[in-house]
Structures are given as C-alpha cells and as structure tokens.
C-alpha cells in the first residue's frame, strides 16, 4: 500500500476517533456505528477542506437538531483550537491538530529508504468501533455498548444441520427411488404411457437447537449477552425449532417469552418468569429437571444441546456427570460455552466443570461478540453423531 494512502487512513481514523470522544463530552450521544460511518466519510473527502471535514461529521455525527451548537463548538474546539462555534467557509482552511496535520499542502520530506521500506512492508490495521466492541467481554460494557449490541446480536442467524426424516420429497432419479403414484398422474397426460418419470427420496429437516442459559450470580456479566442471542436464535428460526431453558437454582422455560420481535420487550418478559436471576448454581439439578421433564422424553433427542454456563455449582459433581451422561445418551451434539475460557491461564479445574467436561463433544468460549459469532458457526458444523 502506498505510503501516502496508509498516512491518509491513518489520519481519517484518528480524526473520528478524537472528534467523537470530544462530542461525548459536550453531551452528544455518538454511536460506534457513526463513527465507522465517519470514518469513511473522511476518507472520501478532503482533509484540508474545513466545509467537506465539517459537513462530513454533520449528517454522520448528528441526528438531533438540538445537538448542532454542540456539535460547531467541538468542531472549533477539537480541528481549530478555538473556543467559540463557526460557521464552514471554504475560505477558511481547516487546521488539524498539530498531531494529526496532513502535509497535503507542500512537498512531504522523502523518508529514509530504511523507513520507506518499513512503511510499506508494514500492515496497518484501521480502528474500528465495531470490531472492538466485538472483541470486548461482556463484563466491560456500558450501556451504549450494550445498545449497539442489540443490533448486531439481532443480525446473528442460527443455522442449524439438517438431520434425515421418514417423509419423502420429490427429487432427481440419480438421488432417490421410483414414486409410483406421481409417475401415473402424469402418464394420464400421454394417454397411459410413462414417458416422464417422478422420483423421490427421503427429506431432511433441520436439527432442534436447545439453549440452556446459566442465571447464577457468577455468570451476572454475560448472562444478558447469553439472552440477547439466545433471543437472535428464536427469532430467526422460531419458536420449537429453538428452545431455551435458563436456570440458577430452578429451571424454567422461557421460550414463549422470547417468542417478540422486539428484544426488549422479550427480555422484560423472560424477566417476569424467572424467580431465581443471580443467586446459587446447582448445575445438576437443572440438568437433571431439563431430563426429566423435557430432555430425555424428546425435546433432546437428535438435538443440539448448548449450554452457556462457568461450570461453577454448589451441587454434588456426581449428580452432575449422572445427568449429562442421561443427556449425552441422546443429545446429537452438547456444545458447552464457558465465558471464562478466554481469560489468560483458564483451566476447567472446578468442579462442576471438571465432571462435565468428559461428556462434552464443544468446550467454547464465549465471553463476547465475536465468540457468539464464533459459536453459530460451531452450531452449525454437522460433525456429531447421525
């Protein structure tokens, strides 16, 4: 890449970056995805052009008549170190940051060959707020964190494998058998004789995905991350395909209640049909209720099980292992999520984690975004058991 091209997305990124943090300050509500837009604006104009970088900001930063004073005094804070607000003039020439100036006036002082050679050999990686926050745990968001999450948790998609079922479809003759009766119905049309063949074979169908979401108090600063996609998954796939469990001291479904388009009015239901959110863990006898009541007698049956849980439990880490053993019998696949496997030096030395982890097909982590994101492709994958 051109060393002139990478100073000027360079800059572009630091610009947005800086003048955004500045409107914050001022009270101006900036979403990450405005910067990103920002960001691209910039690079399409020109940066020693006051009017183009100020109009830039303007329709990408803005969205409230009311923040437009706001918004002139940290232009004339932040690019002309000014106090007061002015209006764009293209007389005016925009004056960056001393930082940040482009030397897009004059001639730039040829690099050293040594530094050419570094400058272009070397990858430079953009900021971007979304990417970030991607990769930023759970337990370090804000509320506008948690705000721009909602839209990319709601553009998550959960596909599923597809497993064989009894009906038969109709298909080519290289993939299936004769179908007799809608050979006939058609021979009807050519007075009797079968000239155009129908064949079918056996469907497929996708498998049921069943969430079973940890509520403890240990798990307080990702559980509502866990719900958002929990909800992600229900609504792009529906209401039986995906089943969702949460428990902390009891079990309960709340698959009905994310059945709403609208997270939030799902999660304000979820919440009024749980009784136990963050206090004790007992991982056995949630599992074992889920076995008894629904599990073993057909929900998970030929399914994929995902639970998303730290593994810590005040329960006996035998009566655990019993209940995922009962699971496993009849589980497609169990997908085990543990927010805590991205921390530095994790190992899965407690209890309840220790006894469930030799009847797990998938240890994922699942701390943030981008392991969500990681965690449909796992879903997906039909590698377990026909």
């Not at 430079?124 to 506008?144: C, G, K, Q, T, W």
């Not at 064989?164 to 119905?185: F, N, Q, V, W, Y």
């Not at 209890?351 to 449909?376: C, I, K, N, T, Y």
Request: aromatic share 8%; net charge neutral.
């Amino acid at each position: 890449m051109p060393v002139e091209v990478v100073r000027r997305e360079r800059q572009a990124v630091e610009v947005a970056v800086g003048f955004a943090a500045v409107l914050r300050r001022l009270g101006v509500e900036v979403r990450l995805s405005s910067v990103v837009d920002y960001t691209e604006a910039l690079g399409a104009v020109d940066l020693a052009r006051r009017d183009e970088v100020y109009w830039a900001g303007r329709v990408t930063l803005t969205h409230r008549l009311e923040d437009v004073n706001a918004y002139d005094r940290a232009f004339a804070a932040f690019f002309e170190r000014a106090r007061g607000a002015s209006s764009p003039s293209e007389e005016v020439p925009l004056a960056l940051p001393a930082d940040l100036a482009a030397d897009e006036g004059g001639e730039d002082e040829a690099p050293e060959s040594g530094e050419r050679e570094e400058l272009e050999s070397t990858r430079v990686i953009m900021y971007s707020a979304v990417e970030l926050l991607r990769e930023r745990p759970f337990a370090d968001y804000s509320e506008a964190d948690w705000a721009e999450a909602r839209r990319l948790l709601s553009q998550l998609r959960l596909l599923a494998p597809t497993r064989p079922s009894r009906r038969m479809a109709a298909t080519k003759a290289s993939r299936g058998e004769p179908d007799i009766s809608r050979t006939l119905r058609r021979a009807l049309a050519s007075d009797g004789e079968t000239f155009d063949r129908a064949w079918r074979a056996h469907s497929v169908r996708p498998r049921r995905a069943v969430l079973l979401v940890d509520i403890s108090g240990s798990m307080e600063p990702y559980a509502r991350g866990f719900l958002r996609f929990a909800h992600a998954a229900v609504s792009a796939r529906g209401a039986g395909s995906v089943e969702v469990f949460v428990f902390g001291t009891r079990l309960t479904r709340i698959t009905r209640a994310l059945s709403s388009r609208d997270p939030d009015v799902a999660l304000a239901a979820a919440g009024e049909a749980v009784a136990d959110w963050y206090g004790g863990t007992r991982l056995g006898d949630g599992l074992k209720a889920f076995n008894d009541g629904w599990g073993v007698r057909g929900m998970a049956r030929g399914s994929i099980v995902v639970i998303l849980s730290d593994g810590w439990d005040r329960g006996n880490p035998e009566g655990l292992a019993t209940e995922m053993r009962r699971l496993r019998r009849v589980a497609n696949r169990l997908i085990w999520v543990n927010p805590l496997k991205a921390t530095a030096g994790y190992s899965p030395i407690v209890r309840g984690m220790a006894a469930a982890l030799p009847f797990v097909d998938e240890f994922v982590d699942g701390h943030s975004l981008a392991s969500l994101e990681s965690l449909v492709q796992v879903i997906a994958g039909d590698h377990g058991r026909r």
